[in-house]
């Protein structure tokens, strides 16, 4: 159809059509008024008197920040999150990561499923273990606690003075069924069904996206710094937050950071922005870090009360933050308290291992892969792998279907029948050495 003059001339502004089914009646005449309502969109002229609303401001698409507007239509901004170790959620996933590590060093083939919740002077332990292994696990909460710093007797949640209560079963017989009872060990059933990805990216060495990967590195050296008394006023409870200005696929420097850290009540505001400014970030962000970043220091005001004596904390409430910061997908599933047999983990971590090894063999510098399972079952209902235009497809998808991703292969092949997992809890599962799927 045949573009009508009155769209032609709507071109200068930012049309956005109401409802091409909409007729303009009596009764909306005074919303008319308020508003303008002008040409008819070319569906709409077929069917008399309907229009659509117009914001007179301009069609070229900007991105807005505190910096001011981006004029340039391939600019655009991304935004990551981390959090410390005494955030209350990764309080929990901590102690979850340890109750399996507990496990898997005695008996390497324990089915966990361990959740989480601390609030208070309160840690639940609940869901379902089934293992040879003999492990005190209001002990291993404890020493998991008092490894972050939640020490205080003063606070609430301390931890030796915490209440542990235990909620714990052994497996469902029709999972273990599903997962072990096959005759060839080979075809181990996923242990669930779902959805996992994996991801890797060429703008960082890490193969990491840098929001992410700096705003972990904030939050890591908050923890070193606490932990080595360099700053003796900060506590365990805080958050990062990197905004990266990017052009097309490509990072060009950081417009954002924002750092929220849990603090005694004497020190002031003024020195906790001194050190986040002039001697955190210059050494979290090196080469990122400019002259031109707008700073934001605990925004709120004061942050005296934080961690488990404030906030609930539960397992797995951190997916994002242990991913790819957003930028990539992300299938639902949770990390912490799950042993190898649970591909919610396990194919997370070799679908990474898979996307690295696409940017490491250029066949792309951007790669995502997305697989699926059926719970019992041994090999995956469907592959995905996407290289966002950075290769060749077709010979990325060849390349991934030379990995075998069922359940059993992929334990083997990264070796993940090891105490290994209180290492991955904090500051990201991805992008740091020392990792099997890392390598």
């Not at 960082?204 to 908050?222: D, N, Q, V």
Request: hydrophobic share 35%; net charge neutral.
């Amino acid at each position: 159809m045949e573009t009508p003059r009155c769209l032609e001339r709507a071109t200068p502004l930012d049309v956005r059509k109401v409802s091409s089914e909409a007729k303009v009646s009596a009764g909306s005449s005074r919303l008319m008024r308020r508003r303008r309502f002008a040409f008819r969109a070319p569906d709409a002229c077929q069917r008399k008197g309907a229009c659509i609303e117009t914001h007179t401001r301009r069609t070229s698409i900007s991105t807005h920040s505190q910096q001011g507007v981006l004029r340039n239509p391939r600019q655009h901004v991304f935004t990551s999150e981390s959090v410390t170790e005494g955030h209350p959620d990764k309080v929990s996933d901590f102690i979850a990561d340890s109750v399996l590590d507990a496990h898997l060093a005695q008996d390497p083939q324990s089915r966990v499923a361990c959740e989480v919740l601390c609030k208070g002077a309160h840690v639940i332990l609940a869901g379902e273990i089934s293992s040879t292994a003999v492990v005190d696990h209001a002990e291993i909460a404890r020493t998991a606690i008092r490894e972050i710093g939640y020490t205080d007797p003063t606070q609430e949640f301390n931890a030796d003075g915490v209440h542990i209560q235990q909620l714990l079963t052994t497996q469902a017989p029709e999972i273990a069924r599903g997962v072990d009872g096959h005759f060839d060990r080979k075809d181990q059933g996923a242990g669930d069904q779902g959805i996992m990805f994996g991801y890797a990216t060429d703008e960082t060495p890490e193969l990491m996206p840098i929001p992410i990967a700096l705003a972990h590195r904030l939050g890591r050296m908050l923890a070193e710094d606490r932990h080595a008394g360099v700053e003796p006023w900060l506590r365990p409870d805080g958050k990062t937050q990197v905004s990266v200005l990017y052009e097309g696929n490509r990072p060009i420097r950081i417009m954002n950071v924002l750092v929220s850290t849990q603090h005694t009540p004497e020190v002031s505001r003024e020195d906790i922005s001194e050190y986040v400014t002039r001697r955190l970030s210059p050494r979290a962000l090196g080469d990122w870090h400019s002259d031109s970043i707008t700073f934001t220091v605990n925004p709120a005001g004061t942050f005296v009360f934080g961690g488990p004596s404030t906030d609930c904390g539960v397992t797995g409430r951190k997916i994002i933050v242990d991913t790819y910061g957003g930028a990539a997908h992300h299938g639902g599933g949770a990390f912490s308290g799950k042993d190898p047999s649970k591909v919610d983990r396990t194919a997370a971590y070799f679908c990474r291992y898979v996307a690295r090894q696409i940017v490491l063999q250029r066949l792309a510098s951007r790669a995502e892969i997305q697989v699926a399972y059926a719970i019992g079952l041994a090999k995956p209902v469907s592959i995905k792998v996407d290289a966002f235009g950075t290769g060749d497809a077709r010979e990325a998808e060849e390349f991934v279907r030379t990995f075998d991703f069922r359940p059993a292969a992929m334990i083997e092949r990264l070796n993940l029948l090891q105490p290994i997992y209180r290492k991955t809890t904090n500051y990201g599962h991805f992008g740091r050495p020392g990792l099997p799927w890392e390598g």
